[in-house]
């Protein structure tokens, strides 16, 4: 059995300002481009590679784009794996978003290696 991927660099639908900011309107405008684009590519996994991006926001403001998500759940029924920059701060905003979306039922994890991120987009599971 084949595993298919899709890689979305962030420059393929994000907009950000020229320090390479993302915030929450950004973040739910990607969403809902993002959607659109699954669509397009139903069942293939998904990666969105972060690593040239800073976040800003809070708590509030990943729950709102979990929310975003869930709200186009039928669009990512395969895996989201999110590549970030290593650091502790995105790690803890990372882990938060992840249990977020795994409260609204998706298959989502993050990581710092991109082929870490291939690795478990490889797995096939049953879900």
């Not at 784009?65 to 759940?73: K, S, T, Y």
């Amino acid at each position: 059995m084949s595993v298919d991927i899709k890689v979305y660099q962030t420059q393929d639908f994000i907009r950000k300002t020229a320090k390479g900011m993302i915030d929450r309107d950004r973040s739910i405008a990607a969403v809902q481009e993002l959607a659109i684009a699954a669509n397009y590519f139903k069942g293939h996994s998904i990666l969105l590679d972060l690593r040239d991006t800073q976040v800003e926001g809070d708590h509030g403001d990943a729950m709102r784009v979990a929310a975003e998500f869930a709200h186009h759940l039928k669009a990512f029924r395969n895996k989201i794996a999110v590549v970030i920059p290593d650091t502790a701060e995105r790690m803890a905003r990372a882990e938060f978003m992840r249990n977020c979306m795994h409260l609204e039922g998706f298959q989502w994890e993050f990581f710092m290696a991109f082929e870490d991120a291939i690795d478990w987009l490889s797995e096939i599971t049953e879900f």
